[in-house]
């Protein structure tokens, strides 16, 4: 009777284990995965010598981030550079009417030589930095007529 009760307990302790094991897989998921796209989208790209300046957060489990300077918008995915739009190809940047955590998802119409392409993306634009506020007063200044949306910067859900 001992011993059983022992084997019952041992099993009870191994299923504990896994419990804790599924647990902390699932965490990680969800804490280190969006901490390694993070440290990807810092300021450390560059095109010509000028640096790039990343304005979209991007999808969470998606290594595709949004870049611009005064040569044009680049798409990449991970570190490499997938394309590069000159500011003439975009035809509109718009704010979509889908909220996700009181954040408005915009995206960008670009004209390629295969027709439009369409990316989404949530503005990266934060406390402590302002690149997604940056990039719309630019095509604000540059190129108004492609800006369909209004950015408020401190109200970002509206």
Sequence with gaps: MVQFNHIENNQYLSMDILIILLALSLFSTFTIIPLIRFLQTRNNREFEGEELIPFSSGKVFSPER????????????????????????????????????????????????????????????????????????????????????????????I
Excluded at 118 to 139: A, E, G, M, V
């Design 66 to 157: 949004y870049y611009f300077n005064s040569k044009g918008i680049f798409i990449f995915r991970a570190n490499q550079l997938i394309y590069h739009y000159q500011f003439d190809d975009l035809i509109a940047l718009e704010k979509m009417s889908v909220t996700v955590n009181n954040r408005k998802y915009w995206f960008m119409r670009i004209h390629t030589p295969n027709g439009q392409r369409h990316y989404q993306f949530i503005p990266k634009d934060t406390i402590f930095n302002d690149n997604f506020t940056r990039f719309y007063q630019f095509l604000k200044t540059n190129y108004p007529n492609k800006v369909k949306g209004k950015w408020y910067r401190w109200f970002a859900g």
